[in-house]
C-alpha cells in the first residue's frame, strides 16, 4: 500500500469519473450538469497523465491533458453562454425543461 | 515536399483562402471587388499550375519520379495506413493546368456576367457569395486532382457535389432553380452510394485506398489467382473484382450525368451560365471521367465492358435529344452529356489516353461555347429561345466566330490526310479507333499490331516536342511493369530468362486464349458478344454524324439567318470582360490541345500501364519500333475510319444549313411528319416521366401500403383488444360484484399509466435521463468485463 | 489515559509518525512519504467530488468543484507533471471555475425555487454509478499493469512539452487555437443581448 | 497629542463579559494561521514531489500553530501588559525588525551554501552531527568541542523539511509584516498626498504601532453573520482568499538560493495563484447574501478574467526573450546591474513592462481599477458585509499580493534581487579584507535590493492609488480590451522581430539599451525628487491644513 502505482490513480479516477456521472444524472440545474462534466474529464485527464508517468507513452499523456483542459475551458465557456441565454429565454435554469426544440 | 508538389498544393490552397477571404470578407468587399479577388485567386493558382508545368516538361523520368515525394500518413486504422500525398504524374500535371486555365477564363467572364445581374435577395447582396461558390468549387476539383488517395478523392468529390448544388441552386428563390439544384444533388447522391460501397470494398479486398497502393495489391492479388477474380465468388456471374469496378464507376455515372442518372444535367442550366460553363467544361463532369481514369486500373475486362456500354448508350440518347432542343443551354448541356458518352465509351474500350484528351480537349470548346452562350443570353436580355434567336453575327462578331471555333471543334473538323484539325479531330477519332479496334481487331492481327494507345503514345510524344528522350519512355514502361503480372500465372516462368526484358509491354490480345491461367482465371478474355463490340463502333460513328448536324444547328440558328425577334435582336450586345475568355478559350482550342496536351496525357499513360487490363489490349512494342523511325501515325483503324467518320462534319454541317437555312419552316414541316420520333425526343425520351412514375409512384405506393397497414392492421388489433376488454370487463362485471371491478380497472389503469411513464421516460429530451443511459449502458460493458469472463 | 491521549492525535500526525518511522528503513522503491501524501490529496480530491455529489446548493458545488480540481492538481505535482498541474490550476481553478460561478450568479436568480431530483432518479443514478464503480475497480484491480518505470524526472518537462506541442502535435495544436476562437466568437454571439427590433419604439430596458 | 494608553484602550473593553468573544478570536487565529500553514506546507512539498516532509510540515506547523494560538491567547489575557512590553520596546522592535528582515534575508542563504558544501562531501545518508563539527573545525578527529553547538545547529537545515518549516515560518511572518507595514504605511502616504498626518498616535513614532493595535481592535470584535447568508461559503472565502495569497511565496526568489521553491513552472505558478484567489472574492459576494456584495463579486471576476489575458501576454515577452519559466533563471540573466535588466533590453519589453505593471494593479483591485470595492458605489463591495479577523484575512491576502506582483514586477523586469550597480563594480571588493567583504556584502545583497525593490513598486501603487480617481467599469474594460491588449500583442510581436533580427550588441541594441537605461533612471531620479520635495517642505503642506482648526472648532 506505501508504493503508489498506476492503479491508485486509476481507482482514484475511477472515483471522480463515478461522483462526476452521479452529479450529472442527478442534478436539474444545467450548471450541475456542467460541473458533473467537469468531473468527468478530470478523470479522464488524471488517468492520462497517470499513463503518462507510468507507462511506455512518454509525455504523449500529458499533451493530451493539456488539450483536455483546454477544450473543457472552451466547453465551459460556450456552455455558460447557453446557459444564459437558456435562462433568458426559459426564465429557469432546469435542465429538464429544455425539452422541447422551441424557443 | 518537391518544389512541383508545392506549387501544386499552393495553388490548391489559394482558392481556399480565396473562399475564406470571400465567405468572411466578401460583404464588405463590395460587388466589383470580391469577384476580382477571386480572379486573382485562381489566376495566382493557374500561374503556379503553369510553372509546375514548365518545370514537369523540363524534367526527366528519374526527376520525375523524384518529384513524388508522398504519400504522407494520415491516420492508422489497426494495421492499415491511410494516406496522402499529390498523385503527381502528367495526367494531374496537365488537368490541373487544364482545370485552372479554364477557371481563370470563367471567372473572369462571371465578373462580367454577374455585373449586369440582379443580386439581392431580401435587400441582401449575394454578390460575393457567387464568387464564394466558385472558390471552393475551384479549391475541392483541384483537390480531387491532386488526390492519390481514394478516400481524399471521395472528401473532394463530396465537396464537388456540394459547390454544385449550391451554385445551380444560386438563384434559390426561383422554385425552379432550387429544385433543379436539390435534383442534381440528390441524383449524384445515388451514384455516390455505388461509389462509397465500390470504396468499401476496395478497403475489404485490397486494405489500401490509396490509387498507387490498391493498384498494386490488385495487381498482385490478380498474379495469385486470387477468389477476387473468381466468377463464381461474386453476384450474378460476376467477380467481385467486377463488382468493385462496376460501384466505383456508379460514382462517376452520376457526376458525369451517365446514362441512367444524366438527367440532372439539362436541369443544371438553371445556375447562372458561367456555372454552366464550369460545370461541364473544368470541374464537375470532368470529375466523373478523371475519377474513371484514374480507377482504370482496378477495373476488369467486364467493368470496362459495363463503361463502355453506359458510355455508347449516354452519347447516343444525348444526342438525339439534342437535335430538337431550342434551348441553346439545353443543346449544350445535351451536347455535353453526349461527348461525355464518347469519353467512357473510351474508357470502355481500352481508349484511355483517348478518352483524356478529349476531356481536355472538349473542356476548352465546351468551355468556350458555354461562354459565349452567356454572352449571347446576356445579351439578349435573357432570352435563351434560340427560335428567337437569329442573325445575330453583326451585333457579337467575337462572340459568333468563337463559337464557331467550338462547333468545328466539337464537330471534329480537320483534313484528314493532313493531319490538320481541331483538338476534337483527333480526340473523337482516336476513341472510335480504338472502338474499331476492339470490334474488328481480333480479325486482322496485323493491322492490329501498328495500334494501341500506349503505343500511339511513344510515337506522338516522339513526334511532337516530347521533352523526354524516347529510350526513357521504353525504360519507363518496362520499369514499370514487374515480370510477374504482365503475363497470367504460370506463364512468366516459361517466357523467363531472354525474354524478360525483351518482353512485349501487353500483347496479350492475340495469345490470351492460349494462357491457361488466365482462362482459368476467366478475365483475361474479352468478355461480351462480337456483336456488342461493333455495336460499341457502329453506333458512335452513327453519333458522329449527329454531332456536328445539331451544333451547327444550334449556330446557325443563333447567329446566321434573318433576326426572328426584334425585340431581342435590337437588345443584342457584347462587353470586352467577356469576350475576352472566349477569344482566349478560342486560342486555346486551337493551338494548345494536340502539342501539348496530347502528348503528356500519354505520358501519364506510362504510368498508367501498370494496369494489367489495359496493356493487356495493346501491343506497344511493335509499335514503338515502329515509331522509333519516326513514321508518323498511319494505321489501319485511322484508315478504315476515313471513310467512315473523317468527313462526318461536312456531312453534318450541310444537313443542318440545308435545313435550318432558311429558317424554322423546314424544321416545322419535318417535325410534322416525323411527329411520334419528335416527340418522344422532346420529352427526352421521357426520363423524367418515368422517374417520377416510378420512384415518385414507388414511394407513394409505399406510403399507401404503410398507411393501409397502420390503419386496419394496427388499428384493428387496437380496436379488437378494445373490443375484447369490453366483452372482459362486461362479462367479469356479471360475475364479480362492483367494487372488485372498479379495484380491478383501477389498476389495470395505474399499471397502464406507469408503464407509459416508465417507456416515455427515455425519450422526453431531458439529457440526464440520456446520461443515466449511457452510464448505464457503461456499466453493463464494465461489469461484464469485470464479472462476465471468470471461467 | 493512555489510549485518550492516544485517540486524540489528529490523524495527520499518526500518518505523519508512520511515515518517519518508515523513512529509515524504507527501500527507495517505497516512498512512505509520498503515499501519505497521495492518500491525504486523494482523500480531499475524492471527498470533494462526494461533497459535489452530495450538494444541493450550486455554489457549494462549485466551490467541492474548487477541491476537486485543486487536489487533481496537486495529484499532477506528485506524478512530476508539474506544468499541467499549473495549467491546471489557470486555466481550470482560475478560468473555467470562474465562469462557472459566474454563470450560476447570472442564472440562479430564481429564488425559491428548489431544483431537486426526485427519489427514483437518485435511486438509478445510484446504482448505475455504484454498478459502474465496482466493474471499474474490479477491472482496474484484475489487470495487471506494468511495473512502473523509473521515476520520470520533471526538469525538462516543459520544454518537452513544449517540443512536442510544435512538432508532433502542431495541428492539434493549432485547431485547438481555432476552435478557441470559433468558441470566442460563438460565446460573445450566443450571450449578447437580443437585438431591439425595428418595432420597438423603447429602448432597452434599464 | 495624547499618547495612546493601553489601559485606556483595551482593560474597559476585555471584561469578563467578552470571555466567549475573546474565545472565538483565539479560534479563528489558530484555524486561520493552521489553514495557511498546512496549505502552504503541502502545496510546497508536494510541488517538488517531497511527500513526507509536506506531512511532517504538516505537524510541525500544527505545533506553531498551536502556539500562536496561545501567544494570541496571551495577547488577549494580558492585553494591558502586552500593550506597556509593546510601548516601551516600540522603537526597538521597529528597528529590529528592519534589521531582522535583512538578517534573515541574507544569513540563511550562507548557511544553506555551507550545509549544502559540507553535504556535498559526504555523500550518501543523512550527515552526522559529528562529520558536521568535524567539517566545521576541519579536524576529522573533533569530538564534543565548542563547535558541536553550531554543528548542533547546522545539522536539522539538511533535511529539506527544516528547511521548508523554515521558510513557512519565514514567509508566514513576513506576509504578516509586510500587510501590516504596508496599511500603515498606506495610511501615511494618503494622509501625506492630502496634506494630512496620517496616524500618528499609537506607539509613538508617527503612529507605527497603528496595524498592531487595528490588528487586537479585530481579533475581538463580534463575529457577524447575516441572516440568509450560506454560513459555510461564508466562512470558507477568506481562506480561499488568503491562502492562494500565501502561496505566492512559494516561488517567489528573494535570492538565488533564498527560495522556499524553485519550481520549473514558477512564473505561470504565481500566475495561477493571482487567478485562484479571485474565487474567494466571488464567494464572499455570494454568500454574503448582499446586493453590493454581489455586484462588486461579479466586478471582481470579470475585471480579473479580462486583465489576466494582457498579464499572460506580458509574461510572455521575458519568458519568450529567456527561455525559461524558472524565476531564478530570469534572475540570474539580469545579474550584470542597471542596463542588464530586462525592462531596459528592448522597447518592446519596456511596453510589456508597464502593461504587466498595470494589469497586475487590476488583479490586485488596487485604484484605479479597485471597482470591487467601490466605496462611493456599493459600500464596500463584496467586504461590506465581512468584519472581524475574517475582513483582515482578506486585507493580508490583498496586500501580501501586492507586495508579491511588485516583487514579481522586480524579478521579471527590474534585475530581480541584484543591485542596479553594475557588477563589475564591486567585483575588487568581493574578495577583499573583510570590510570591504562587508561593504560589499551590504551593496549587493539580494534580498535587501529585493525587498527594497519590492517595497519601492508598492509605493508607486500606493501612490498611483491616491493620485488617481477611480474609473468606470466600461473603461475599466476599454482599457484592457482596446488598450492593453494590443499593447502586449505589438510588444509580444516586437519582440520576437527584435530577437530575430537585432544581433546582441549591435548598435542598434546598444543605442535602444542606453535610451531606455536613461528613461528609468530618470523616472526613478524624479520620483526621488518629487518625494524629497515633499519632504522638506512637509511643515508648510501638512501645517495649512492640520494646524487649522475646523470652522467653528
Redesign the interface.
Known amino acids: 500500500m506505501l508504493t503508489i502505482g498506476l492503479t491508485h490513480y486509476l481507482v482514484l479516477a475511477a472515483a471522480l469519473l463515478c461522483c462526476g456521472l452521479y452529479v450529472m444524472t442527478t442534478k436539474r440545474n444545467a450548471v450541475g450538469i456542467l460541473i458533473g462534466a467537469e468531473l468527468v474529464l478530470n478523470a479522464a485527464a488524471l488517468n492520462l497523465v497517470a499513463f503518462a508517468r507510468y507507462g511506455a507513452g512518454g509525455l504523449d499523456g500529458q499533451v493530451a491533458t493539456l488539450f483536455v483542459i483546454v477544450l473543457a475551458a472552451a466547453e465551459a465557456a460556450i456552455a455558460i453562454a447557453i446557459f444564459v441565454n437558456y435562462y433568458r429565454v426559459l426564465a429557469t435554469i432546469d435542465a429538464d425543461r429544455g425539452d422541447t426544440l422551441k424557443g | 515536399m518537391s518544389p512541383i508538389e508545392t506549387y501544386l498544393v499552393t495553388g490548391v490552397l489559394i482558392p481556399l483562402a480565396g473562399f475564406v477571404l470571400l465567405a468572411f470578407l466578401g460583404g464588405r468587399l463590395g460587388k466589383p471587388a470580391a469577384g476580382w479577388v477571386a480572379v486573382l485567386a485562381i489566376a495566382a493558382s493557374c500561374g503556379l499550375s503553369a510553372k509546375a508545368l514548365w518545370d514537369w516538361t523540363h524534367l526527366d523520368a528519374a526527376g520525375r519520379l523524384a518529384a513524388r515525394t508522398g504519400p504522407y500518413e494520415w491516420a492508422r486504422l489497426g494495421d492499415t495506413v491511410l494516406t496522402v500525398g499529390v498523385n503527381l504524374d502528367s495526367l494531374t500535371i496537365i488537368m490541373f493546368f487544364m482545370v485552372t486555365l479554364i477557371s481563370t477564363c470563367i471567372f473572369v467572364f462571371s465578373v462580367g456576367y454577374m455585373a449586369g445581374h440582379s443580386d439581392e435577395i431580401d435587400h441582401v447582396s449575394k454578390y460575393h457569395r457567387f464568387f464564394t461558390y466558385l472558390c471552393l468549387f475551384d479549391f475541392s476539383m483541384l483537390l480531387l486532382v491532386i488526390a492519390d488517395s481514394l478516400l481524399l478523392l471521395f472528401i473532394s468529390w463530396e465537396l464537388v457535389g456540394l459547390c454544385s448544388y449550391l451554385l445551380i441552386g444560386y438563384y434559390f428563390h426561383k422554385k425552379s432553380a432550387s429544385t433543379a439544384a436539390m435534383k442534381a444533388f440528390i441524383t449524384n447522391r445515388v451514384g455516390d452510394l455505388g461509389f462509397i460501397i465500390g470504396l468499401g470494398l476496395v478497403f475489404v479486398h485490397l486494405h489500401d485506398l490509396s490509387l498507387a497502393g490498391a493498384a498494386a495489391k490488385f495487381r498482385d492479388a490478380w498474379a495469385a489467382g486470387s477468389p477476387l477474380f473468381d466468377p463464381a465468388a461474386g453476384l450474378l456471374g460476376l467477380s467481385p473484382a467486377t463488382w468493385m469496378g462496376m460501384l466505383l464507376f456508379c460514382g462517376a455515372i452520376g457526376k458525369s450525368a451517365q446514362f441512367p442518372l444524366h438527367v440532372w444535367l439539362p436541369d443544371a442550366m438553371e445556375g447562372p451560365t458561367p456555372v454552366s460553363a464550369l460545370i461541364h467544361a473544368a470541374t464537375m463532369v470532368a470529375a466523373g471521367v478523371y475519377l474513371t481514369a484514374r480507377i482504370f486500373v482496378l477495373l476488369t475486362p467486364e467493368a470496362q465492358l459495363f463503361v463502355a456500354v453506359i458510355g455508347c448508350i449516354t452519347l447516343t440518347l444525348a444526342a438525339l435529344v439534342a437535335i430538337v432542343q431550342t434551348d441553346i443551354k439545353k443543346v449544350l448541356a445535351y451536347s455535353t452529356i453526349s461527348q461525355l458518352g464518347y469519353m467512357m465509351l473510351g474508357m470502355g474500350v481500352g481508349a484511355w489516353i483517348a478518352a483524356l484528351f478529349h476531356l481536355l480537349t472538349h473542356a476548352f470548346f465546351k468551355a468556350l461555347m458555354f461562354l459565349g452562350s452567356g454572352q449571347v443570353i446576356e445579351g439578349c436580355h435573357h432570352e435563351q429561345d434560340m427560335r428567337k434567336m437569329g442573325g445575330l453575327w453583326r451585333k457579337m462578331p467575337v462572340t459568333c466566330a468563337t463559337f464557331l471555333v467550338g462547333v468545328l471543334a466539337i464537330a471534329g473538323a480537320g483534313i484528314p490526310a493532313a493531319h490538320i484539325g481541331l483538338g476534337g479531330y483527333f480526340s473523337k477519332d482516336e476513341i472510335l479507333a480504338v472502338a474499331w479496334h476492339r470490334a474488328y481487331g481480333r480479325e486482322d492481327h496485323g493491322a492490329a499490331q501498328s495500334h494501341g494507345s500506349v503505343a500511339q503514345a511513344n510515337g506522338l510524344w516522339r513526334m511532337g516536342k516530347g521533352p523526354t528522350a524516347p529510350e526513357v519512355s521504353v525504360a519507363d514502361i518496362d520499369q514499370f511493369i514487374p515480370a510477374s503480372w504482365a503475363q497470367p500465372p504460370g506463364e512468366h516462368a516459361s517466357e523467363s530468362g531472354g525474354a524478360a526484358h525483351h518482353r512485349p509491354v501487353a500483347d496479350a490480345t492475340p495469345r490470351e486464349e492460349t494462357h491457361p491461367g488466365a482462362a482459368q482465371a476467366g478475365h483475361a478474355r474479352a468478355p461480351g458478344p462480337r456483336w456488342l463490340w461493333i455495336a460499341l463502333f457502329v453506333v458512335p460513328v452513327i453519333m458522329a454524324y449527329v454531332t456536328p448536324f445539331y451544333m451547327m444547328r444550334a449556330w446557325w440558328l443563333t447567329f446566321m439567318g434573318r433576326p426572328r425577334d426584334h425585340h431581342v435582336y435590337d437588345h443584342a450586345h457584347e462587353s470586352p470582360l467577356m469576350y475576352l475568355p472566349l477569344v482566349v478559350l478560342a486560342i486555346g482550342t486551337f493551338v494548345s490541345s494536340y502539342f501539348l496536351f496530347r502528348p503528356l496525357v500519354a505520358e501519364g499513360a506510362v504510368q498508367m500501364s501498370t494496369a494489367p487490363f489495359l496493356t493487356m489490349l495493346y501491343d506497344g512494342e511493335a509499335a514503338t519500333a515502329e515509331h522509333a523511325h519516326g513514321v508518323p501515325i498511319d494505321h489501319a483503324a485511322h484508315r478504315a475510319l476515313v471513310p467512315a467518320v473523317g468527313f462526318a462534319f461536312v456531312i453534318g454541317f450541310v444537313l443542318a444549313i440545308a435545313i435550318y437555312g432558311r429558317g424554322l419552316a423546314l424544321a416545322t414541316k419535318l417535325a410534322a411528319a416525323l411527329r411520334p420520333l419528335h416527340t418522344l425526343l422532346e420529352h427526352k425520351f421521357y426520363f423524367d416521366e418515368l422517374y417520377g412514375v416510378v420512384l415518385v409512384g414507388g414511394v407513394a405506393a409505399l406510403r399507401a401500403v404503410s398507411y393501409g397497414f397502420d390503419k386496419y392492421v394496427v388499428d384493428g388489433l387496437v380496436n379488437l383488444s378494445g373490443l375484447l376488454t369490453r366483452v372482459a370487463s362486461w362479462f367479469s362485471g356479471v360475475i364479480l360484484d362492483q367494487g372488485l371491478v372498479d379495484g380491478l380497472v383501477n389498476g389495470v389503469g395505474r399499471v397502464t399509466y406507469a408503464l407509459g411513464g416508465l417507456v416515455r421516460r427515455p425519450q422526453v429530451g431531458r439529457v440526464r435521463n440520456y446520461i443515466l443511459f449511457a452510464a448505464g449502458s457503461v456499466a453493463v460493458v464494465v461489469l461484464w468485463a469485470a464479472f462476465g469472463r471468470v471461467k | 489515559m493512555t489510549r485518550g491521549w492516544l485517540y486524540r492525535l ?1 490523524l ?2 499518526l ?2 509518525a508512520s ?2 518511522a ?2 529509515g528503513a ?1 527501500a527507495p ?10 492518500y ?3 482523500a480531499v ?2 471527498g470533494s ?2 461533497g ?2 452530495i450538494a444541493t ?7 467541492c ?2 477541491g ?2 485543486g487536489g ?1 492538481a ?11 498541474g ?23 436568480r ?1 429564488y425559491g ?1 428548489k ?3 426526485r427519489p427514483v ?2 435511486l ?3 446504482v ?15 489487470t495487471d ?2 511495473a ?2 523509473a ?2 524526472a ?2 525538462g ?2 520544454a ?2 513544449g517540443g ?2 510544435l512538432s ?2 502542431l495541428v ?1 495544436f493549432e485547431l ?1 487555437s481555432v ?2 476562437l470559433a ?2 466568437i ?3 454571439y ?2 449578447q443581448p ?1 437585438l431591439p427590433t425595428a418595432g420597438d419604439g423603447a429602448g432597452p430596458e434599464e | 497629542m495624547n499618547k495612546f494608553s493601553a489601559e485606556d484602550a483595551l482593560r474597559p473593553r476585555f471584561t469578563a463579559a467578552h470571555k466567549a468573544l475573546a474565545l472565538r478570536g483565539f479560534v479563528i487565529a489558530g484555524v486561520a494561521l493552521l489553514a495557511a500553514a498546512v496549505g502552504f506546507g503541502f502545496v510546497a512539498g508536494v510541488a517538488q514531489g517531497v511527500g513526507y516532509a509536506a506531512a511532517v510540515g504538516g505537524v510541525v506547523l500544527a505545533g506553531l500553530t498551536g502556539a500562536c494560538c496561545l501567544l494570541a491567547a496571551f495577547v488577549i489575557r494580558f492585553a494591558a501588559l502586552v500593550g506597556r512590553v509593546l510601548l516601551t520596546l516600540a522603537l526597538p522592535i521597529f528597528l529590529g525588525g528592519v534589521v531582522g528582515i535583512v538578517v534573515l534575508a541574507w544569513i540563511p542563504a550562507l548557511l544553506y551554501e555551507r550545509v549544502d558544501g559540507i553535504k556535498a562531501d559526504h555523500p550518501g545518508a543523512a550527515v552526522s552531527v559529528a562529520q558536521f563539527e568535524a567539517a566545521l573545525t576541519g579536524n576529522a578527529a573533533a569530538a564534543r568541542g565548542p563547535a558541536y553547538l553550531a554543528a548542533l545547529a547546522l545539522w536539522p537545515l539538511q533535511f529539506q523539511l527544516t528547511r521548508d518549516v523554515l521558510a513557512v515560518v519565514g514567509v508566514v511572518g513576513f506576509v504578516s509584516l509586510v500587510a501590516m507595514f504596508g496599511i500603515w504605511w498606506e495610511r501615511k502616504v494618503a494622509g501625506r498626498m492630502q496634506s494630512r498626518l496620517g496616524p500618528m498616535r499609537v506607539g509613538g513614532w508617527h503612529g507605527w504601532a497603528q496595524s498592531l493595535a487595528d490588528g487586537l481592535k479585530l481579533l475581538q470584535k463580534e463575529d457577524i453573520f447575516i441572516a440568509g447568508a450560506d454560513r459555510a461559503l461564508f466562512r470558507l472565502a477568506p481562506y480561499v482568499a488568503f491562502i492562494p495569497a500565501m502561496c505566492l511565496f512559494i516561488a517567489l526568489p528573494f535570492s538565488a538560493a533564498w527560495v522556499a521553491r524553485d519550481l520549473e513552472v514558477g512564473l505561470i505558478f504565481i500566475f495561477a495563484m493571482l487567478g485562484v484567489g479571485v474565487l474567494g472574492v466571488l464567494l464572499a459576494g455570494w454568500a454574503s447574501n448582499n446586493k453590493w456584495s454581489m455586484l462588486g463579486a461579479m466586478r471582481e471576476a470579470c475585471q480579473m478574467i479580462s486583465y489576466e489575458i494582457p498579464l499572460g501576454f506580458a509574461l510572455l515577452v521575458p519568458i519568450m526573450t529567456l527561455g525559461t519559466l524558472r524565476l531564478t533563471a530570469i534572475g540570474e540573466a539580469q545579474s550584470g546591474g542597471f542596463h542588464t535588466w530586462l525592462a531596459f533590453a528592448n522597447p518592446f519589453t519596456f511596453i510589456a513592462a508597464i502593461v504587466f505593471f498595470v494589469a497586475t494593479l487590476a488583479s490586485c483591485k488596487r485604484a484605479p481599477f479597485d471597482l470591487p470595492e467601490a466605496e462611493s458605489e456599493l459600500v464596500a463591495g463584496y467586504l461590506t458585509e465581512y468584519s472581524g479577523f475574517r475582513w483582515a484575512l482578506f486585507f493580508f491576502a490583498e496586500y501580501a499580493e501586492m507586495f508579491a506582483v511588485a516583487a514579481l514586477a522586480s524579478v521579471l523586469f527590474f534585475g530581480a534581487w541584484y543591485s542596479p550597480l553594475p557588477a563589475s563594480w564591486g567585483a575588487a571588493w568581493a574578495d577583499g579584507p573583510l570590510w570591504q567583504r562587508a561593504v560589499h556584502g551590504v551593496l549587493y545583497s539580494g534580498p535587501i535590493w529585493f525587498v527594497l525593490k519590492g517595497f519601492f513598486f508598492f509605493f508607486v501603487q500606493l501612490w498611483l492609488r491616491w493620485t488617481l480617481p477611480r474609473i468606470r467599469l466600461d473603461q475599466v474594460m476599454y482599457a484592457c480590451v482596446q488598450v492593453l491588449l494590443p499593447l502586449t500583442m505589438v510588444a509580444l510581436l516586437g519582440n520576437t522581430l527584435w530577437l530575430w533580427l537585432v544581433r546582441p550588441g549591435a548598435w542598434l541594441a546598444v543605442a535602444v539599451n542606453l535610451i531606455l537605461t536613461a528613461i528609468g533612471g530618470l523616472t526613478v531620479v524624479a520620483m526621488a525628487a518629487i518625494v524629497l520635495y515633499g519632504y522638506l517642505n512637509r511643515r508648510r503642506l501638512v501645517g495649512t491644513m492640520a494646524v487649522d482648526p475646523l470652522p467653528g472648532g
Do not use: H
Open positions: 489528529p495527520p500526525a500518518l505523519a511515515a518517519l518508515a523513512d524504507a522503491a517505497a516512498d512512505p512519504g509520498k503515499a501519505v501524501a497521495f491525504l490529496v486523494a480530491t475524492v467530488a462526494l459535489c455529489a446548493n450550486i455554489v457549494r458545488m462549485a466551490m468543484l474548487l476537486t480540481l487533481v496537486l495529484l499532477y505535482f506528485l506524478m512530476s507533471a508539474t506544468f499541467l499549473v495549467i491546471q490550476l489557470i486555466v481550470y481553478a482560475g478560468g473555467t471555475l470562474i465562469v462557472i460561478v459566474f454563470g450560476v450568479m447570472l442564472t440562479s430564481a425555487v431544483l431537486r431530483p432518479e437518485v438509478a443514478a445510484l448505475v454509478c455504484g454498478a459502474l464503480l465496482v466493474g471499474l475497480v474490479a477491472v482496474l484491480l484484475r499493469w506494468p512502473a518505470p521515476g520520470g520533471a526538469e518537462t516543459v518537452a512539452l512536442s506541442l508532433v502535435y492539434p485547438a476552435l478557441l468558441v470566442m460563438g460565446a460573445a450566443l450571450a437580443a
